[in-house]
């Protein structure tokens, strides 16, 4: 069982996009655990002192994995964030 | 798609060409007999019969920028000196604040890292006056020539707000708390690019969601806007909304009575052909960032004095600026 870890950057309250951004990660979550790949879902603060001193500005939605920001500013599909996963993990 | 996509920006130009209007066309004096409840209906019927494919080009140009503009170099180049950072305040935010809540996290992000305080109020008041939705709808249903001084005039405006507050000791006070001391983390952002239909489809897509949001306001608006164009009548307009009082009433409700719904454009749209002069439309389109709900939620992040004192300026400026646009064209 390989690690993952992904981190889904939003707001807080939760806006609509960050919120389907996580259910994205989620459902890729799910997929990728028949696939010997256990996924860590993370939410963290867009405009928290600790998010911005470790990745800078960023536009929410985000999304990092395994510490490495991937995705900015737009709402990720299923596919999307299980092909991304699959790139970290090769 | 594709085609789609082709489709609205060809049917946008033919219109241009046919040069068919592309903003409500009805006169107060078509009002005149209908009942109470047909108002807004024969408004709207009028203004969709114009404006749909001013309003689908709007959102659907809106969801290309923003999912083709590079984010990532807020991240890569924000950290830097001062004079990238307004530079980068002024260039980006008409494009990444299409959706509002994404405003206050920004403003959080830039004031936190190296480019401090100032730049980041310039992006706070850029970004509604001169967002890439508004300027269109305002390019379309008003003037270009409208749409052109409100971008320059949002430019300068934000400049100078950024740069006033960034040199008064407490706006000093309030960056020295925030900053954070950290080195520039760029390292840690590696955008991966998804393939060139996806990206389509999800500017498509955010398109889309904006429309939704957007869509149900911008309806009461207009429906709001019908009354106001049928029963306001022209003396009062002629009276209080034009000359030097005209721009000051301008600024003043224009301010309170912002929402990110673009019925502002609209409302002033109506307003206009009942003789509110070119001055105090200027300021009445400028009002707007001052709005209450941002102001509030900026006010958590940093004190009351600086909210007060952007607030101040960007008012100063929609007059100053109502003025000065109202004598270089000749509409007081």
Same mark, same amino acid.
């Given at each position: 069982m390989k690690e993952v870890t992904v981190e889904v950057i939003g707001v807080d309250p939760p806006c609509k996009r960050c919120q389907a951004t996580y259910k994205s990660v989620e459902a890729a979550a799910s997929t990728l655990k028949a696939r010997d790949i256990d996924v860590r879902i993370f939410k963290l603060k867009v405009h928290s002192k600790d998010t911005i001193a470790k990745y800078g500005v960023l536009v929410p939605p985000a999304l990092a994995v395994n510490n490495v920001?991937?995705?900015?500013?737009r709402v990720p599909e299923k596919k999307e964030v299980e092909r991304l996963v699959l790139a970290t993990v090769k | 798609m594709l085609i789609f996509i082709f489709f609205t920006i060809g049917y946008l130009i033919y219109s241009r060409i046919m040069a068919?209007?592309?903003?409500?066309?009805?006169?107060?004096?078509?009002?005149?007999? #209908?009942p109470i409840w047909e108002i807004p209906v024969a408004y709207l019927v009028d203004y969709f019969s114009h404006g749909w494919i001013c309003l689908l080009f709007a959102f659907v140009a809106a969801g290309l920028v923003y999912e083709f503009v590079p984010k990532e170099a807020i991240t890569k180049y924000?950290?830097?000196n001062k004079i990238t950072g307004y530079g980068l305040a002024i260039g980006m935010a008409p494009f990444l604040t !299409?959706?509002?809540?994404?405003m206050v996290p920004l403003f959080a992000g830039i004031l936190y890292?190296?480019?401090?305080i100032g730049p980041a109020i310039t992006f706070l008041l850029m970004a509604p006056s001169a967002n890439i939705l508004s300027i269109l709808l305002t390019g379309e249903i008003i003037s270009w020539e409208l749409a052109g001084v409100r971008i320059i005039v949002s430019i300068v405006v934000a400049l100078t707000a950024g740069l006033v507050i960034s040199k008064t000791s407490w706006g000093k006070t309030i960056e020295k708390e925030h900053? #954070?001391?950290?080195?520039?983390?760029?390292?840690r952002v590696l955008i991966a690019k998804p393939p060139l239909d996806e990206r389509l489809w999800s500017a498509l897509k955010f398109g889309g969601y904006i429309a939704k949001q957007i869509l149900p306001f911008f309806l009461l608006g207009l429906v709001a806007v019908s009354y106001v164009v049928a029963y306001l009548p022209e003396d009062i307009v002629g009276t209080y909304l034009t000359g030097f009082t005209g721009i000051l009433i301008a600024s003043v409700i224009g301010g309170p009575l912002y929402?990110?719904? #673009? !019925?502002e454009i609209v409302l002033g749209k109506g307003m206009w052909d009942l003789g509110m002069s070119k001055g105090a439309l200027l300021a009445w389109l400028m009002g707007?960032?001052?709005? !209450?709900a941002n102001a509030l939620a900026v006010s958590r992040i940093v004190r009351w004095k600086a909210v007060l004192t952007y607030m101040l300026i960007a008012w100063a400026g929609s007059v100053t600026f109502g003025l000065l646009y109202g004598v270089l064209s000749g509409s007081l």
């Open positions: 920001v991937k995705l900015m500013g | 068919y209007s592309l903003a409500p066309t009805m006169k107060p004096a078509d009002f005149h007999g #209908l924000m950290g830097g !299409v959706c509002s809540c994404t890292t190296g480019a401090g900053q #954070l001391n950290s080195s520039s983390p760029t390292s929402t990110p719904t #673009l !019925v707007q960032p001052y709005d !209450v």
